[in-house]
């Protein structure tokens, strides 16, 4: 099969859940917790496509613990936007 360089999780990258609904299991969750931490997912929706209760139901499903879900449903981006914000502002 063909061969993908290896996934370097040190460098900066963030994870949005957008299409996840329509490619992945649940289970998706937990890997990329797994590979790069909680704290590099953030809720990205398809809406009006999807609803955003579409994708809560489907964290409650992986299994993940209350404070993965609030890193991922909104906690990661105000980080994201604050360090943004000090960079540049």
Known sequence: GQKYPPFDITVPAD???AASPFLYDPEIYNIAIQCAGSDKILLGTDFPLLKPAR???ELEQAGL?????GKI?????A????ET????G
């Open 15 to 17: 994870f949005s859940t």
């Open 55 to 57: 994708y809560f139901k």
């Open 65 to 69: 613990t209350q404070i993965d879900i």
């Open 73 to 77: 449903c909104g906690e990661n981006a």
């Open 79 to 82: 980080a994201l936007l604050n």
């Open 85 to 88: 914000e000090k960079t540049t």
